[in-house]
């Protein structure tokens, strides 16, 4: 059986996409608020395209960039908003056609969408979340696609840009794709994906640094935090198939935490027999807790943060926050699991 990558959007997008692109002048990719590897890895890779098609493009993101994403190529040339908005509120202003990747609602970019609601900007979405907001003039929304980097290879594909993507942008969707699949231990059945990487590879990217640069590359106070979660903070509950994480801003800061140090961490406790579902909370200020969840199998993590944290994300990754303190979100997922027995049905638990 042979497979070829299919086109992902159709003629006439494609043709309203590529004008939007040739009468542009100012082009600003911007990506939601603490921007992971497929934001980064999706913005910069698209950002490359277009300025080697002699566009004035640029990246803007809410926040900084994760101390173990720098490596990326090109991310020193961010605008990151919070520590420079003048630049950003420029940029986006004389911008005439911006990019939304990664994200399909204003509320994701934090302060960036006030400057984005007054702009006169043409408004493209590329995205893989469920339930776009109606915030674009073309809405590229694709929920069974595993990351946004991987939809963006495939739009450049189906525009005829993909000749102009080189070894550095090949890179950064590399890195989207690899981070929003776990290393393709998840998320990761469709054979499209192994199309796009073996192109990507023959482009020069060097996959194995990309892994090691994201996966096994760690600083001290990292270990040492995520050790002590797992340690110390770690509970299980087996009745529910479910593991529960959670770190204090008191012990954040007792280990130097810095923006990046629990990445992963969430992951850890599904490689236990019979854990199908694992939450990490971790307290980001004392009234705010930002909740993460992954699952393994059909366990549908994304119901869990739709329904109780005001979030949401793919079955198996998902993402909320809890408005309250940390003794109260965990009071309160305990709650849930004793009582939603449409997700939590204990007969369902494998030991």
């Given at each position: 059986m042979s497979f070829t990558l299919k086109p992902i959007i159709d003629k006439t997008t494609s043709a309203r996409l590529q004008k939007l692109i040739n009468d542009a002048e100012h082009i600003v990719i911007t990506c939601h608020v603490s921007p992971d590897g497929d934001a980064l890895g999706s913005s910069l890779g698209l950002c490359q395209v277009l300025q080697d098609l002699g566009k004035s493009a640029v990246v803007v993101t809410p926040d900084m960039v994760p101390r173990q994403l720098?490596?990326?190529p090109n991310v020193k040339s961010i605008v990151v908003a919070s520590c420079q908005p003048h630049v950003a509120r420029q940029c986006i202003s004389r911008a005439d056609l911006i990019f939304f990747l990664d994200f399909n609602e204003l509320k994701r970019i934090d302060k960036l969408a006030e400057i984005v609601e007054i702009s006169s900007a043409e408004r493209v979405m590329i995205d893989h979340h469920l339930d776009p907001a109606p915030i674009a003039s073309i809405t590229i929304s694709h929920p069974e696609v595993s990351s946004t980097s991987a939809l963006v290879y495939r739009v450049l594909n189906d525009l005829g840009y993909i000749d102009k993507l080189n070894i550095a942008g090949a890179t950064c969707?590399?890195?989207g794709m690899m981070t929003d699949t776990g290393n393709?231990?998840?998320n990761s059945l469709d054979p499209q994906l192994y199309l796009i990487m073996a192109d990507l590879v023959a482009r020069g990217v060097d996959k194995d640094e990309v892994y090691r640069s994201v996966f096994n590359t760690s600083s001290e106070s990292k270990l040492r935090?995520?050790?002590y979660a797992i340690s110390r903070n770690l509970r299980l509950f087996h009745e529910y198939g479910t593991a529960l994480i959670t770190l204090s801003g008191e012990e954040l800061n007792q280990y130097h935490y810095e923006r990046g140090d629990t990445e992963g961490l969430v992951n850890v406790p599904l490689s236990i027999p019979g854990i199908r579902c694992s939450v990490f909370m971790r307290q980001d200020s004392e009234n705010y807790v930002k909740i993460s969840a992954r699952s393994i199998g059909d366990?549908?993590?994304n119901l869990v943060c739709e329904r109780y944290f005001g979030g949401g994300g793919h079955l198996n990754a998902a993402g909320g926050d809890?408005?309250?303190?940390l003794d109260e979100a965990v009071s309160t997922f305990i709650r849930i699991m004793e009582s939603d027995s449409d997700l939590w049905n204990k007969k369902e638990t494998i030991h």
């Open positions: 720098l490596f990326i969707i590399c890195t393709f231990s998840y935090l995520q050790g366990f549908p993590v809890w408005n309250g303190s």
